[in-house]
């Protein structure tokens, strides 16, 4: 069987199941979240309205949000469709686990609205696909058999779906024939008599229907097992199933269709696997989805929710790889963060605002009303939450109960993007609870002024965007050096808002503000070549050249450039520091050497594997912080390069290394190089990251120069100096702007609009459903 990895474009494709045996994709919708697995593993999640799963593990769950790099085992959830030869009795699954009998030919596709697998084995070739409603929770599978051998062919399909162990207080499963499905029931365990209301709402019920009249059926997941195992379970030794019905035992869903199939001929199935209330909810998501034309149905509607969130930016290149990326698969991973909000009712409020960063060039109504939501939740003293409630119950988990002190530094940051992309400046006098946005952010502003010590740096509690660095001040008396930084391109930022909305007051008040915590960062933290991580309670500066690990953190050389305060001598040396101490083939680590041991005056980012997460992984949201930082400085060719490390591949020895398909950035990669090279590179699987909102920005404004300002849209682009030629069209403000970008023998470059060259670079007083044609001359070498 050929081992050719992956195609491009608006499918991805894997032509072996071993070779990248941990590489997914994910469909979503508002109400749900499916990661699938190329094997057939399957981790879902959905909102009811707080996260719930509706197929479990075999054992007790503790609940927890999506964790990385989670391990894949037999009895990982899954969808799965046993094939038993009824001649012979020969069996191989689909699409390979659990019997893993390698078919004659394997190609895993993910699309942007489907994923699906297409096998041949023994003259049978099958396709098994999943596909999601635009709102409703459930999986909308389809089965095609076609017999492609010389005679005709029997065969027994079983399709297999986990439902796990459920509840140790209630559980149960049986077949109903009335609905020609599977239902599982269960109650969700509480003690506190207040629970007992919202317990009853909940969705307990787990439904795996046909569309067709099943020939047995199994619930009872021991009994489907037997000695045997998923690998070879006993019930698949009988000819039919054993109609069992789980009677407070662990559930499972499988059903048996017969085929008898001609030369030539096809069959198809179609099955919803899902959460329900109750019988009338099963009834009519029945009645939606598998009645005739429902499932064609749900993907017209599919494919418009997924167009709600489309592009703003088509590109073509001399990379088509980046171009796939960019075009397909990196707009639809924003619009996943920015409609689902990580699929929680509580997010973080740095990352809502920064999911929402992204949303301003795919649905700017979006991202205003994340801006709303934000200020109304602000604290009296100007300060945000932890984390931002989504629905009037929503409980704060986690992180969240823990103080940060960076989430209004995000504030101004997002507010530019989206005021840029728009001019949508009335928001600044809209109302919140009786006072202004421009009052509430400059309230926030005020926070981090009054957030800084005696120093003029600023106070990072039990941490900044960095949340395992929990132990730097908890005593009340340590700084981070990255807030800092963050908080002068807060305020900077927010004095160019004032400054444009005209309120000169205001913004003098931002920038002189700013000037103080400036000279404090370059007085106490520049040490030679770097700027330092912080400082703890003790007085310890930290991320310096005397430490013996965690000498060198990436984030704050990065914001130290994003907020002009270092120094053009500081920049070089900086970038030196970094490619010599940092950086790895799959992109800069966000501090190294790693950390070995416990450093109990940072917290328990020292506990964590060396070279994972936030101990020295290629950790993808510092590595867009340190593209747009390149960016910035003029270092073109170094900027991209970065954010073309961040996509998997082309390569396949790139592919395996990292095991990870380019239809999302995850979280991070492996790093920690030198001490851990066996793992170094291995993808986090994780597809929940802020990078994705920075990377869009990088890509459209600083790469392809397509940046919003009050006046229209300027057109500053910085290439890589390789590229002779290259074509964009960007959707600004209801125009659509289409770019062709050339090299020649230019000195400076120019812009010419319809056929006129400008003056300066700014497409001013952009129309609504106008076109525009501009062509870009660079000179021959990159000049940005």
């Known amino acids: 069987m050929s081992e050719r990895l992956v195609t491009t474009g608006a ?11 941990q590489a997914s994709a994910f469909l979503w919708n508002p109400r749900l979240l499916l990661q699938v697995n190329c094997r057939g593993f399957v981790t879902a999640q959905h909102l009811q309205p707080g996260p719930a799963k509706y197929s479990h593990a075999p054992n007790l769950e503790a609940r927890s949000f999506m964790q990385p790099e989670q391990p894949l085992y037999a009895h990982h959830p899954g969808r799965f469709v046993y094939l038993r030869d009824e001649d012979d009795g020969t069996l191989f699954s689909a699409p390979y686990e659990p019997v893993r009998r390698r078919p004659d030919a394997f190609r895993f596709s993910a699309g942007v609205a489907d994923v699906r697998w297409d096998l041949e084995h023994a003259g049978l070739r099958l396709r098994w696909q999943v596909e999601l409603p635009p709102d409703d929770a459930v999986e909308l599978w389809t089965l095609v058999l076609e ?45 506190k008599l207040a629970d007992y209301e919202r317990v009853l709402a909940l969705k307990d019920r787990t439904v795996l229907l046909s569309d067709t009249p099943p020939a047995s059926w199994e619930t009872v997941a021991a009994a489907f097992e037997g000695e045997g195992g998923l690998h070879d379970p006993d019930a698949l030794r009988e000819p039919t199933l054993g109609g069992g019905a789980a009677a407070y035992e662990s559930p499972v869903a499988v059903l048996q269709h017969r085929v008898d199939l001609p030369p030539g001929e096809r069959r198809r199935f179609r099955f919803l696997f899902g959460p329900a209330r109750d019988d009338a909810e099963i009834t009519a998501l029945r009645r939606r989805y598998l009645a005739r034309d429902g499932i064609e149905a749900a993907r017209a509607g599919y494919r418009t929710f997924l167009d709600t969130g489309r592009g703003a930016l088509r590109v073509d290149t001399p990379d088509p790889e980046f171009d796939a990326f960019v075009n397909h698969w990196l707009p639809r991973q924003v619009h996943c963060h920015g409609s689902g909000h990580r699929f929680t009712t509580d997010p973080q409020t740095r990352n809502f605002l920064q999911d929402a960063l992204g949303m301003c060039y795919l649905r700017p109504q979006d991202c205003r009303n994340t801006l709303l939501t934000v200020l109304e939740q602000q604290e009296p003293d100007g300060a945000l939450p932890d984390g931002i409630r989504l629905v009037p119950d929503a409980e704060l988990q986690y992180i969240n109960r823990v103080p940060h002190s960076d989430h209004c530094a995000w504030l101004p940051l997002t507010l530019v993007a989206y005021l840029d992309e728009t001019d949508d400046y009335a928001l ?9 946005v421009l009052e509430r952010v400059d309230r926030a502003v005020a926070f981090l002024i009054a957030n800084l010590d005696h120093r003029d740096l600023s106070l990072i509690a039990q941490g900044d965007w960095c949340d395992p660095m929990n132990r730097v001040g908890h005593r009340g008396q340590g700084v981070s050096g990255w807030l800092s930084l963050a908080t002068v391109h807060a305020l900077r930022t927010w004095a160019a808002i004032c400054a444009a909305a005209g309120r000169p007051g205001h913004a003098e008040r931002a920038r002189a503000a700013a000037a103080p915590i400036t000279a404090a960062v370059q007085s106490r933290l520049w040490d030679g070549d770097r700027f330092a991580r912080g400082i703890t309670d003790a007085g310890r500066t930290f991320g310096v050249r005397a ?34 101490e940092l950086e790895t083939p799959w992109g800069p680590q966000m501090l190294a050497p790693a950390y070995t041991q416990l450093v109990d005056d940072i917290g328990r980012l020292t506990q964590k594997f060396p070279g994972s997460a936030e101990n020295g992984s290629i950790y993808n949201h510092a590595a867009a912080f340190w593209a747009e930082a390149l960016f910035r400085c003029g270092e073109a060719d170094r900027a991209f390069s970065v954010l073309r490390r961040m996509i998997p591949g082309p390569g396949d020895d790139d592919l395996r290394r990292r095991g990870q398909l380019p239809v999302f950035i995850p979280n991070y990669y492996r790093g920690a190089v030198g001490s851990h090279p066996r793992t170094a590179g291995r993808s986090s699987q994780l597809l929940h990251t802020g990078t994705v909102s920075w990377y869009y920005r990088s890509v459209i404004e600083s790469l392809f120069g397509l940046r919003g300002e009050r006046a229209g849209l300027r057109i500053r682009p910085a290439l890589p100096s390789a590229w002779r030629e290259a074509r964009a069209e ?32 700014l497409i001013r007083d952009v129309e609504a459903g106008r076109d525009y044609d501009a062509i870009v001359t660079l000179p021959e070498t990159s000049a940005p």
């Open 428 to 436: 600044l006098e809209e109302r919140v609870d009786g006072a202004s």
């Open 11 to 21: 499918r991805c494709e894997l032509a072996s199941p071993t070779a990248m045996p």
């Open 547 to 580: 430490d013996a690990e965690g000498r060198l953190f990436l984030n704050p050389q990065s914001w130290s450039i994003l907020a002009d305060v270092a120094t053009p001598v500081q920049v070089r040396a900086m970038i030196e520091a970094v490619e010599a």
């Open 147 to 191: 017999n492609i051998a010389t005679r005709t062919r029997r065969w027994s399909a079983f399709p297999y779906f986990t439902i796990g162990y459920m509840s140790w207080m209630n559980q149960s499963a049986a077949f109903r024939p009335d609905l020609d499905g599977i239902v599982a029931r269960s109650v969700t365990p509480y003690q």
């Open 730 to 761: 960007r959707r600004f403000r209801g125009a659509t702007v289409r770019v062709a970008y050339r090299r020649d023998a230019v000195e400076t470059p120019t812009v010419e609009v319809n056929g006129a060259r400008l003056a300066e670079p």
